[in-house]
T-cell receptor, first 115, second 112 residues
Framework: GAVVSQHPSWVICKSGTSVKIECRSL??????MFWYRQFPKQSLMLMAT?????????EQGVEKDKFLINHASLTLSTLTVTSAHPEDSSFYIC???????????FGPGTRLTVL | GEDVEQSLFLSVREGDSSVINCTYT??????LYWYKQEPGAGLQLLTY?????DMKQDQRLTVLLNKKDKHLSLRIADTQTGDSAIYFC????????????FGKGTHLIIQP
């Protein structure tokens, strides 16, 4: 069964508004979660590493003031896209490291469309 | 340039073997992964290989790693229509809980 859930699965918003995406670890307390972005026909690009109880680590070129990450508990990380614009339209996917295997479990993704 | 490269498309006949290739540039890669993504779905881990191995087999899947050439392949035996998906190669280079670097994905097309 699924070990990582995301909500919502898709969202459409107007330009200039903010959108919050939730990522939940269903059966594992994750001190670290990852946020990726996937544009159509492109690969997943790591945006940031979310750390429970501390600030997120952002990859080069990702605006931390635009993509706010909060990891307030061991099972929930949120990504807020602030003042969204059409170029922010993408598929946002979260993941967390698997507990015993050296890999990651991915969520089903959230499709964001900004009009 | 790209850290992980893959061909964008592969077309095979049902019942044949599919071989999806991937090259990477970082010699410090520790683990290499193959993920499957079906339309509208999330990523599904298919298999992974540690960098000190050269082959791993799991049922219909065989992973070959040529560390010298930084080349990874995924062979799917007896390809079925349900194998139609996008296959992503990914690497992890840094120790600890770090994110993965993905290729652009190979779209596997199955011909009847």
């Amino acid at each position: 069964g699924a070990v990582v859930s995301q909500h919502p699965s898709w969202v459409i918003c107007k330009s200039g508004t903010s959108v919050k995406i939730e990522c939940r670890s269903l059966d594992f307390q994750a001190t670290t979660m990852f946020w990726y972005r996937q544009f159509p026909k492109q690969s997943l690009m790591l945006m940031a590493t979310s750390n429970e109880g501390s600030k997120a680590t952002y990859e080069q070129g990702v605006e931390k003031d635009k993509f706010l990450i909060n990891h307030a508990s061991l099972t929930l990380s949120t990504l807020t896209v602030t003042s969204a614009h059409p170029e922010d339209s993408s598929f946002y996917i979260c993941s967390h490291p698997a507990p015993r295997e050296d890999t990651q479990y991915f969520g089903p993704g959230t499709r964001l469309t900004v009009l | 340039g790209e850290d992980v490269e893959q061909s964008l498309f592969l077309s095979v006949r049902e019942g044949d073997s599919s071989v999806i290739n991937c090259t990477y540039t970082d010699s410090s890669s520790t683990y290499l992964y193959w993920y499957k993504q079906e339309p509208g779905a999330g990523l599904q881990l298919l298999t992974y290989i540690f960098s000190n191995m050269d082959m791993k087999q799991d049922q219909r899947l065989t992973v070959l790693l040529n560390k010298k050439d930084k080349h990874l392949s995924l062979r799917i035996a007896d390809t079925q229509t349900g194998d139609s998906a996008i296959y992503f190669c990914a690497e992890r280079t840094r120790g600890g809980a770090d994110g993965l670097t993905f290729g652009k994905g190979t779209h596997l097309i199955i011909q009847p």
